[in-house]
């Protein structure tokens, strides 16, 4: 089993425990998650950055039994951290790793070197976990719900990558907003079964999990389809498109949040209530970006 880090321009999130059967249904303004207009669908990339509709994602998976292995080995993980937007590397990061998304107590901490590189040592026993990344000019990053070989003792990975100050603040920008002080941001990547980006699926914070309670002031927006995604306003685009790309921002802190990518998974339920396809509980922390993967929601 590889560790996959799908950070793009990306903010957050991932599998979580939950009730595929759950379905809610959302109205006209509801910052981002109106009802798609279509199924969700898979999309692979084309040689010149663009996407390819692959036809209906593979959700063969949801609602399954999850199959996460602890480690049985310590593991010693190597990477390099890189800014997102940049693909600079980001020399003396502190980056931290914890269990799950407890990163009050990490099990490890260490500071990249002048190329950005980094080990973390990651104990035996650990199944999901995250990193939280910190460095001058950058935003406090965490990248959560990564996986690795659970036992190989010794293992790369090619990057994790830092949010920046200035792109922080210049993502909102691009869709009409200022970010509040104080709020959190979160996003990610949808990926189906087969781990290919997914289209046409709408995402919100909840307070409650298995169903939609959004989180006051909570805006949604997904990304344009092209090589450097970069996201967009709810004219240009209701739900995600091919690269699979989401971001809500103006996020109340909170210790528990839910975050949910909604969709249809056949054609006859379209307009109907939507279905929970992925979840993850989640921290919202002030003036930090949440980042990682997302996946089919597995019991």
Not at 261 to 267: F, K, L, P, Q, V
Request: proline share 6%; net charge negative.
């Amino acid at each position: 089993m590889m560790m996959r880090c799908s950070i793009a321009i990306v903010f957050l999130v991932a599998c979580g425990g939950g009730n595929n059967n759950s379905a809610v249904d959302a109205g006209p303004g509801s910052a981002g998650f109106d009802k798609p207009s279509m199924v969700v669908h898979a999309n692979t990339q084309n040689a010149d950055g663009s996407w390819a509709d692959a036809g209906p994602a593979d959700l063969s998976c949801l609602g399954t039994a999850g199959s996460d292995q602890a480690t049985t080995v310590a593991v010693a993980l190597m990477t390099t951290v890189k800014d997102f937007q940049q693909q600079t590397v980001v020399p003396t990061a502190t980056v931290t790793a914890f269990a799950g998304i407890d990163f009050t107590t990490p099990f490890d901490t260490a500071m990249s070197d002048t190329n950005g590189n980094v080990t973390i040592n990651i104990p035996s026993g650990t199944a999901r976990f995250g990193f939280e990344m910190t460095a001058a000019n950058q935003f406090p990053t965490f990248l959560l719900n990564q996986l690795v070989d659970p036992s190989m003792a010794t293992q790369m990975l090619a990057e994790i990558q830092s949010v920046s100050g200035a792109t922080a603040a210049t993502l909102p920008a691009l869709i009409g907003q200022t970010r509040t002080p104080g709020t959190g941001v979160v996003a990610g990547t949808f990926r189906d079964c087969m781990t290919r980006p997914v289209s046409n699926f709408v995402v919100t914070v909840s307070t409650t999990p298995t169903t939609a309670t959004s989180i006051a002031g909570a805006e949604a927006y997904y990304f344009s389809p092209i090589s450097m995604p970069l996201p967009v306003r709810h004219t240009v685009a209701e739900s995600a498109s091919g690269n699979g790309l989401f971001m809500l921002i103006q996020l109340p802190v909170a210790p528990t949040a839910y975050v949910q990518a909604w969709g249809y998974t056949s054609d006859s339920a379209v307009g109907g209530a939507m279905t929970l396809l992925s979840q993850l509980q989640v921290p919202v922390i002030a003036d930090t970006v949440i980042t990682g993967d997302f996946e089919a929601v597995r019991q």
